[in-house]
């Protein structure tokens, strides 16, 4: 299945086009080819650069867990070593030694209870990746107080402006309906209020 470019090459090369056929045709045909090149290239240079940055998310998300990590063994180690010293103690002295050394045990015991349970716990790493493509979500909460007497009036309510992406956006609510809608269904209209400065 041949190309344009591929039949327009293939017809200079057979002489199929008339002598009077204008210089240019011919000469157009390697400006394409070099112009279709260069988008493929930014393309390709476009996309290693976001994969660069997905690498780099992720490192920074691996690092992030390797010190978490590092973090909860080091005190889950702590903790087995005074428990081991807890049963050693318990198994090798005799009641009466037990009964002398019981300060010492409810020391131990303590240093267990004091770690705080905050230790454990750490903040999780957000599994999703920013994307170079598709901009970040924002979301924004509406309540529309006094509902009922809202309906009662025909004007439209509208929501604060959201700004997502150097635009603005707003909710513009009739309570009470518009147009076929009025005192049947509730109106809801996403409005651009302003647009990316040019």
């Known amino acids: 299945r041949l190309r344009n470019y591929d039949i327009m090459e293939f017809a200079i090369s057979h002489s199929l086009?008339?002598?009077?056929?204008?210089?240019h045709h011919v000469t157009c045909i390697p400006q394409i080819k070099y112009a279709k090149g260069d988008r493929e290239a930014e393309m390709r240079s476009v996309v290693n650069y976001m994969a660069e940055k997905l690498e780099s998310q992720l490192k920074a998300k691996?690092?992030?867990?390797?010190v978490q990590k590092s973090s909860i063994c080091n005190e889950t180690e702590i903790l087995e070593k005074i428990l081991e010293e807890v049963e050693?103690?318990?198994?090798?002295?005799s009641k009466?030694?037990?009964?002398?050394?019981?300060?010492h045990l409810m020391d131990m015991f303590s240093k267990v209870h004091e770690t705080p349970m905050t230790n454990?716990?750490?903040?999780p790493v957000p599994a999703d990746f920013i994307s170079e493509i598709v901009p970040q979500y924002q979301?924004?909460?509406f309540a529309l107080h006094n509902f009922s007497m809202l309906r009662r009036k025909a004007d439209?309510?509208?929501?604060?402006?959201?700004?997502?992406?150097?635009?603005?956006?707003?909710?513009?609510?009739?309570?009470?309906?518009?147009?076929?809608?009025r005192s049947t269904y509730l109106s809801v209209f996403l409005e651009l209020v302003e647009g990316v400065q040019e």
Do not use: H, M
């Open 62 to 66: 691996l690092s992030k867990l390797k």
């Open 96 to 103: 009466s030694e037990l009964i002398a050394s019981v300060e």
């Open 156 to 181: 439209p309510v509208y929501s604060p402006n959201l700004n997502c992406n150097g635009i603005k956006w707003r909710l513009k609510v009739y309570p009470d309906g518009n147009g076929v809608a």
């Open 88 to 93: 050693r103690e318990l198994k090798q002295k």
């Open 120 to 123: 454990f716990v750490s903040a």
């Open 139 to 141: 979301s924004a909460t």
């Open 17 to 23: 086009f008339p002598k009077d056929c204008p210089s």
